[in-house]
């Protein structure tokens, strides 16, 4: 069966599920810790949450400014950094995570680039000029290793954390 709306008002069973995966979720909900206690509540004990969230504490978010896709408002409405997303998971009662990493940093860059771009930087036909040239092959292989370390070092763009409900 599936639920459309809010899950919240799905009444799931408590302990229902294995996993939850909340992949680009939380940052669009009115209240996140709420949502994340009714996932805890359906979760079994020692079942698995995954959670990827745009990271506002990132070296992305400060090198892009007011124009880094994960500010991206009025849709994200509760920005995370590391230390709030991990009190947060805590609080609605799941254990320290599992896994952390980032990802997602040139995706990332491309609309926070864009954004600056439709804020006038550029005429329009330039601006749509360059964001289809930095979405090519070639592009994309040179900022690979640049993008993947920002990842590797915890500074990508987006942060995923996978952690199990409490006993």
Do not use: K
């Not at 990132?58 to 880094?68: E, K, T």
């Not at 952390?100 to 771009?117: E, N, V």
Request: charged share 20%; hydrophobic share 45%; net charge negative.
């Amino acid at each position: 069966n599936v639920f459309a709306g809010p899950f919240e008002q799905a009444e799931y069973a408590t302990g229902r599920f294995d996993a939850v995966t909340m992949w680009d979720v939380l940052e669009h909900l009115h209240d996140p810790l709420a949502s994340l206690r009714e996932v805890r509540r359906i979760v079994r004990p020692g079942g698995l949450l995954f959670v990827r969230v745009p990271d506002a504490g990132s070296i992305m978010a400060r090198l892009c400014g007011d124009y880094w896709s994960g500010y991206d408002l009025p849709r994200h409405m509760t920005m995370f950094t590391l230390p709030t997303l991990l009190r947060m998971l805590a609080a609605s009662g799941f254990d320290w995570p599992q896994t952390i990493y980032w990802s997602g940093s040139y995706l990332a860059a491309l609309h926070s680039l864009r954004f600056a771009l439709d804020d006038g930087r550029l005429p329009p036909e330039q601006a749509a000029q360059l964001h289809r040239a930095l979405q090519t092959a070639p592009v994309r292989v040179v900022a690979w290793l640049p993008f993947r370390l920002a990842d590797w070092l915890g500074q990508g763009s987006n942060m995923e954390v996978l952690s199990h409900a409490q006993w």
